[in-house]
């Protein structure tokens, strides 16, 4: 935690990095006394193998130092971590901003008070897997990406934009954008606007719409602005066609915030006694369960090895991926959006 600590004799690794996946393997390493009950099991007894005979269980922690050139005297600055496994624990110059215990999913914290402009920072990551926390192979460590973003006091938040497509058809499509907007503590709402184009995936500006912040009740921090889209390309497995919403907040003249959404054109409908409908058509799920895990490379996130991994399935002729057990990392969404792959995202099993 100490900043000025001496951390020379540490073992170099770049993010993402996952420790467990070096070995050694044994089966002392996931010892479980558990009566699995999907086998019939009634009383427990001694499981071994089950998260692979990899040494996960345990306590590793991550140090570096890093440098915010962008951030200067009325900024804001955000860390998020796109996964860390688990029971973060994150501390910036010796002080604790946060502490996460789930190790699938994204977060953040405000890192504005803690981070010294201009001068050399200190990031601190703890982390701990327990024992017996998992049923498979979870990885261990700062296994996805982290990032720090740096904003004006006028701000689009993390996962600030929400996008839904609520007609959506051949001849045209709505397009509704909601947007979160985070303003300083007595700001003139009257002063901001939000400007939101749209553009198609070949990259050409459609339409654009500007709102004023005066114009719209503003006790929920967020706006809403609806788009009309005519004779869309709409998303498919065959044809992952994807637009973009660019969001930028003004003040006055002045742009405190650019905030580019990526999404798809497509309706989904459940009929009960007929199925799955994907913009109006019959659609099979022809699918895997797939562990977040890259077989021997480990949990640690690498794009080359997940979109392999998504070639290879369109190949066999799959069209969905239900993401077991846990969120995915942003990169699998963000490759099966763009590779044409459904996913169902299980939030959690056991864990």
Partial sequence: INPTFNDSKWQSVTVPHDWAIYGPFSSQNDKQEVAIAQDGQTEAMEHAGRTGGLPFVGVGW???????????????????????????KVYVN???????PYGYNSFY??????????????????????PESSRWYP??????????????????????TYITTPTATKEFAKVNVQTKIVLPEGADASKYSVKTSVWNPNGQKLTEQTTPLSQIKYNDNSLSQEFIIQTPTLWSPDMPALYSAETRLYEGD????????????????????????LNGEKTMFKGVCNHHDLGPLGAAVS??????????????????IRTSHNMPAPE????????????MVESFDEW
């Fill in 303 to 320: 794009d080359a090895a997940i979109r392999r991994q998504i070639r290879i399935l369109k190949d066999m002729g799959c069209n969905a």
């Fill in 109 to 130: 914290f405000d890192i504005t008070r803690q981070l010294i402009p201009g001068k050399k920072n200190t990031l601190a990551v703890r982390l701990e897997n327990l």
């Fill in 139 to 160: 990885g261990a460590g700062l296994y996805r990406n982290v990032h720090v973003i740096v904003t004006d006091n006028a701000y689009i938040p993390v996962w600030g």
């Fill in 94 to 100: 010796g002080q604790e901003v946060g502490y996460w």
């Fill in 332 to 343: 699998l969404v963000k490759a099966c959006d763009e590779m044409g792959m459904m996913l």
């Fill in 62 to 88: 991550y140090r570096t130092e890093f440098e915010v050139p962008q951030f200067t005297d009325g900024k804001r600055a955000t860390i998020l971590f796109d996964g860390a496994m688990s029971h973060a």
């Fill in 254 to 277: 002045q742009l405190k915030d650019l905030y580019t959404t990526p999404f798809g054109i497509r309706s989904i409908e459940i009929i009960p006694d007929k199925g799955f409908f």
